[in-house]
């Protein structure tokens, strides 16, 4: 597994967290979990007003990238 940046870290801990299993145990699909939600967070945050985007998503796609990676 390749070192992950910070904010990726914290995701992934995050979603480890909330596993069924308790927090101790790493399920393997976390990863892509995680940034499957990422990107879904950012589909339902991004809307456009007058062609321009309000909310810049950019950031939460990267994680979910790096996660994927």
């Not at 979603?15 to 299993?21: E, K, L, Q």
């Not at 810049?56 to 990238?65: I, P």
């Amino acid at each position: 597994m390749s070192e992950l940046s910070p904010a990726a870290q914290v995701v992934l801990d995050a979603a480890n967290g909330v596993s069924s299993y308790g927090p101790d145990d790493c399920l393997n699909e976390s990863r892509w979990v995680a940034a499957a939600a990422l990107r879904a967070a950012a589909d339902r945050l991004k809307y456009k007003l007058l062609d321009v985007e309000v909310v810049d998503c950019s950031q939460l796609l990267l994680l979910a990238d790096e996660l994927e990676a």
